[in-house]
T-cell receptor
Framework: QKEVEQNSGPLSVPEGAIASLNCTYSDRVSQSFFWYRQYSGKSPELIMSIYSNGDKEDGRFTAQLNKASQYVSLLIRDSQPSDSATYLCAVNGNNDMRFGAGTRLTVKP | GAVVSQHPSWVICKSGTSVKIECRSLDFQATTMFWYRQFPKQSLMLMATSNEGSKATYEQGVEKDKFLINHASLTLSTLTVTSAHPEDSSFYIC???????????FGDGTRLSIL
């Protein structure tokens, strides 16, 4: 069983829609959770961090964490073509960060 | 804040050459630095983890004698690809972590092409 799982996609949404990206993890002692965005040919860029259960909003992005279900998600409101990228979920527990394989998002104009 | 600088951005060299890539944390002290490799359309692959002043920990399947990692200070780690061959051509990315449970911050990556 993979430690951090994401649907590889591609996930395609129309411009202006909400994009929902999901991630599950296997290590119950995980303490910190991150979402990175990676454009093609570029390195990953941190876009959200979340440490406690519930929602955390930053502009058009909302991260949701449910530790009981071992689930973290990222919502992108009013999706733009510039949001088209691969989104990586990262989970840190016991000083060991693990990345998911990423979900490729395409926002169509 | 949390800027990581990686140089060079591009390297093109002949087979058999050794290539050194530098990774610097510019505005924080990195207790741990990480080196990744990414082939086109594939996931990030962790190669090794390094802590300042100690030997790097390599992932299974990564040759430590081929990929030499030095982490001499809290702001600098280097990766040397020794006697590089065409199959070593890839996108190499470093990241740095300031404190445990904090995010990793990535450099811009180095695209290595071995002819």
């Amino acid at each position: 069983q993979k430690e951090v799982e994401q649907n590889s996609g591609p996930l395609s949404v129309p411009e202006g829609a909400i994009a929902s990206l999901n991630c599950t993890y296997s290590d119950r002692v995980s303490q910190s959770f991150f979402w990175y965005r990676q454009y093609s040919g570029k390195s990953p860029e941190l876009i959200m961090s979340i440490y406690s259960n519930g929602d955390k909003e930053d502009g058009r992005f909302t991260a949701q964490l449910n530790k009981a279900s071992q689930y973290v998600s990222l919502l992108i409101r009013d999706s733009q073509p510039s949001d088209s990228a691969t989104y990586l979920c990262a989970v840190n527990g016991n000083n060991d960060m693990r990345f998911g394989a990423g979900t490729r998002l395409t926002v169509k104009p | 804040g949390a800027v990581v600088s990686q140089h060079p951005s591009w390297v093109i060299c002949k087979s058999g050459t050794s290539v050194k890539i530098e990774c610097r944390s510019l505005d924080f002290q990195a207790t741990t630095m990480f080196w990744y490799r990414q082939f086109p359309k594939q996931s990030l692959m962790l190669m090794a983890t390094s802590n300042e002043g100690s030997k790097a920990t390599y992932e299974q399947g990564v040759e430590k004698d081929k990929f030499l990692i030095n982490h001499a200070s809290l702001t600098l780690s280097t990766l040397t690809v020794t006697s590089a061959h065409p199959e070593d051509s890839s996108f190499y990315i470093c990241s740095a972590e300031g404190q445990s449970n904090q995010p990793q911050h990535f450099g811009d990556g180095t695209r290595l092409s071995i002819l």
